[in-house]
Nanobody
Framework: QVQLEESGGELVQAGASLRLSCVFSARTDSSFAMAWFRQAPGKERELVATCNWNGGDTSYADSVQGRFTVSRNNAKSTMYLQIDSLKPEDTAVYYC??????????????????WGQGTQVTVSS
């Protein structure tokens, strides 16, 4: 019912900035929460940021607070993740997710119904 496609990931130097985009195609409307997750090699997928249906309520993992900013423009059917001051530790595949299952919880990947394929962010130093 909701298709997601991430873009914007690339190889950059430490300290650089990137803006990731997630274009969503919903059969109904855009009134659903969304999130960014990331997964580094050998590690579990971890929650990075969330936003509510209109982007007015956001949250961030402690590890990215102050450097990452999530926003969305429903008129453009796009959620964004602005990443500043990139660190090598940020290297991961970044995924967007949509449509909560409130019985599971937003912190778990199982709490989100729809996923994109991911976009690779690699930070060299």
């Amino acid at each position: 019912q909701v298709q997601l496609e991430e873009s914007g990931g690339e190889l950059v130097q430490a300290g650089a900035s990137l803006r990731l985009s997630c274009v969503f195609s919903a059969r109904t409307d855009s009134s659903f929460a969304m999130a960014w997750f990331r997964q580094a090699p050998g590690k579990e997928r971890e929650l990075v940021a969330t936003c509510n249906w209109n982007g007015g309520d956001t949250s961030y993992a402690d590890s990215v607070q102050g450097r990452f900013t999530v926003s969305r423009n429903n008129a453009k059917s796009t959620m964004y993740l602005q990443i500043d001051s990139l660190k090598p530790e940020d290297t991961a595949v970044y995924y967007c997710a949509a449509y909560r299952n409130p019985l599971i919880g937003a912190g778990s990947a199982r709490g989100w119904r729809y996923w994109g394929q991911g976009t690779q962010v690699t930070v060299s130093s």
